[in-house]
Each structure stands twice: as C-alpha cells, then as structure tokens.
C-alpha cells in the first residue's frame, strides 16, 4: 500500500501561483509514476501531470503545457506541482496519484492510489 497526502492548496488570484506537495508513505519503492489529476465541479476527474520515479521523463496535458511543472525529490518521497499563471478554469480539487508499473494511459483508472485532495481556488 501507498499513501498520499496532498498540501499547497489555496485560494489565489489569477494570474498567481501556488505550489502543490504530495507526501508519499509506505510502499513507495514499488512506485513507478506519480500523477496530479483535478477535479472541477461538475466534471469529470481530469489528468494534469505526472512524472516518474526514476529519470526525469514527464507529461502534461495541453491545457497545463507551458504553466504548470511537475517534480519529484525521491529522498523526501514528495512529489511537487508548481503552477504558475493560474486561470479561473484551474479552479478544482487536486489530487495526486500513483501506481507501480509504468503506462502510455493516463486515464484516473490506471492508477491505483490516492490522496483526498487539495481545493484550488483561483479568483477572477
């Protein structure tokens, strides 16, 4: 079993940034890719990034490119999404994830862990 727990989130003006912590416990050394995922109200849980355990091999969905960075200091068993130039439509919560073998999928069911997420507020 892993654990996560997220932190960072907050409420934010657009334009500014926040930075987001996922606090990785357990059975971390079977973690092959942590992801951020965001859910907004309404809407399906949605993939933002993720990044792997080992390398530096990382992937963005189009609508974060260029904003967002996600990494990872393996010796705090952390993982970190910085995001910058937030919009309106970032507004949700923030979840992060991950799973023990690596995948070209980053649909929400292909990974296995959880943390219970982080509101992202970012006002107009």
């Known amino acids: 079993q892993v654990q996560l727990v997220e932190s960072g989130g907050g409420l934010v003006e657009v334009g500014g940034s926040l930075r987001l912590s996922c606090a990785a416990s357990g059975r971390t050394f079977s973690t092959d890719t942590m992801g951020w995922f965001r859910r907004a109200p309404g809407k399906e849980r949605q993939f933002v990034a993720a990044?792997?355990?080992?390398?530096?091999?990382?992937v963005y969905a189009d609508s974060v490119k260029g904003r967002f960075t996600i990494s990872r200091d393996n010796a705090k068993n952390t993982v970190y999404l910085q995001m910058n130039s937030l919009k309106p439509e970032d507004t949700a919560v923030y979840y992060c994830?991950?799973?023990?073998?690596?995948?070209?999928?980053?649909?929400?069911?292909?990974?296995?862990?959880w943390g219970q997420g982080t509101q992202v507020t970012v006002s107009s």
């Open positions: 994830a991950a799973r023990g073998y690596y995948s070209g999928s980053y649909h929400p069911t292909s990974f296995d862990y």
């Open positions: 990044i792997r355990w080992s390398g530096t091999n990382t």
